[in-house]
């Protein structure tokens, strides 16, 4: 393809909104009394400085001839800025103004700032400069020994510090200890006739170290309660209210789904019409199918709504569950295919909030879904008035004994077997009795204990 020349491009219509608002009349403003010190515009050709580069700056007489007519100002003219630093272990940067070849000393640079309000243009002199590098041992700053013992300096160090790196992350115990101490003994070296000097450098920077530090002896330090504390809010789980003296206050509805806004979309009429006709309701759920008959006819609209919303839960986890059957990470559906699953009769709105609540991001990982089983979990300790057989949940959420019994730990209930009056309300026989643990919520609640570390222990 044949490349446009720059000419071409010279007839393009610029559009009047690329160049922005049009201004009639600009006022200029040169400043040209600053004082000895004006901008100074930096650059470094064929340069990357290093961005904590400091530079020391110097004001040097400038060297004229005897036919400059230079038309700078008196400052610009007969000083100029020197910009040196040579905090680099090897190379050395300096900056000097150079001028443009074939402008000779006629060219001036200037700093403008526009104020829009006025309307005014002001322009200030600046100086130009560019950095340039040497080294350190070509202009003679150290010599060929220094440089050599700087690199071997340098090289030990670099090798060190990877050493010690890779002692801290895969070492053992004993390593990692030797690591800490020749690192918190480094700080204080011991002084040496040949070098009384560095020693007394050395303790001056161990003390600015550590008096910097002083400030920090004030914060206090996390207790182990605390820690637990803040292991135990960043768990999975409905947040309990634990400052409550009530039993059902400590999980409600409302904490769980910010409010009464999936309570008030749960239409429980037809249940109720069912029942009292005395037809069946078929569900997925064996644990809500042990409880309707029962819950819709003695207890109140709250309770039956409390129900209802369960099973919406229910179904859309288990409609998730079922369409990535196999994946660690479970995908959330199309909203209208997961509505369809769960009912035409339940809101959309009440998925959208499942959606939001438990995959914000659009997926169910092992954190959400342990955060879905533990809502489901609390909602049947409300329905169940806070004695729980595990045996239906278990069921519905296809899980082990042990694995629902670590959900219903990890919100502050006591798994017991089942007394012998909740065995006969349940009729439970001795020989089922191993499949029905009963979950009890009880205050103050027992959450399991995180391990913060181990005391005194001993490698074997």
Not at 3 to 20: A, T
Request: glycine fraction near 6%; include cysteine; aromatic fraction near 6%.
């Amino acid at each position: 393809m044949k490349r446009r020349r720059d000419s071409d491009q010279g007839d393009r219509v610029i559009s009047e909104e690329s160049r922005g608002p049009m201004v009639e009349n600009v006022k200029f403003n040169i400043r040209s009394n600053l004082g000895e010190w004006v901008p100074a515009l930096v650059k470094s050709p064929g340069l990357s400085l290093p961005s904590d580069l400091s530079f020391n700056a110097y004001s040097v007489l400038r060297t004229r001839s005897a036919t400059d007519t230079s038309q700078r100002t008196i400052i610009l003219s007969e000083h100029e800025l020197l910009l040196h630093t040579s905090r680099h272990p090897q190379i050395a940067y300096t900056g000097r103004e150079e001028e443009v070849v074939g402008t000779g000393k006629d060219l001036n640079h200037y700093v403008g700032v526009y104020d829009a309000a006025t309307g005014q243009l002001e322009l200030v002199p600046a100086r130009v400069l560019a950095v340039r590098h040497e080294l350190k041992l070509e202009i003679g700053l150290v010599t060929l020994e220094e440089a050599e013992q700087t690199k071997r300096e340098t090289a030990v160090q670099m090798r060190l510090a990877a050493r010690n790196q890779l002692g801290e992350t895969f070492g053992t115990k004993k390593s990692q200890l030797a690591i800490f101490n020749l690192v918190q003994n480094s700080i204080r070296p011991s002084a040496t006739n040949e070098n009384k000097d560095a020693h007394l450098n050395a303790n001056a920077i161990s003390n600015a170290v550590l008096e910097s530090m002083s400030q920090f002896s004030s914060i206090p330090i996390a207790s182990r309660a605390d820690l637990q504390a803040e292991i135990d809010g960043a768990k999975p789980r409905p947040k309990p209210n634990l400052e409550t003296n009530v039993l059902t206050e400590v999980y409600t509805v409302e904490s769980m789904f910010a409010g009464t806004f999936l309570l008030e979309r749960m239409n429980v009429k037809p249940w109720e019409d069912k029942v009292l006709a005395g037809e069946g309701i078929e569900t997925r759920s064996q644990y809500v199918a042990h409880r309707l008959q029962n819950i819709v006819r003695s207890a109140g609209l709250r309770k039956i709504k409390t129900l209802r919303l369960l099973l919406v839960l229910l179904d859309w986890y288990g409609h998730i569950i079922a369409a990535n059957d196999g994946r660690s990470v479970k995908k959330l559906g199309k909203r209208e295919e997961t509505h369809e699953a769960i009912g035409k009769d339940i809101s959309i709105s009440v998925i959208d909030h499942f959606n939001d609540r438990f995959a914000p991001d659009g997926v169910l990982r092992k954190w959400n879904i342990d955060l879905v089983i533990t809502h489901i979990c609390a909602m049947a300790l409300i329905v169940d008035d806070f004695v729980v057989d595990m045996c239906d949940i278990r069921a519905d959420l296809k899980l082990s004994k042990r694995e629902i019994k670590q959900y219903f730990t990890e919100l502050g209930c006591v798994i017991k077997v089942p007394t012998p009056g909740e065995q006969e309300k349940l009729g439970i026989s001795k020989t089922d009795m191993i499949d029905h643990w009963m979950a009890r919520l009880k205050l103050p609640l027992q959450f399991p204990v995180s391990r913060l570390g181990m005391k005194n222990s001993s490698r074997r």
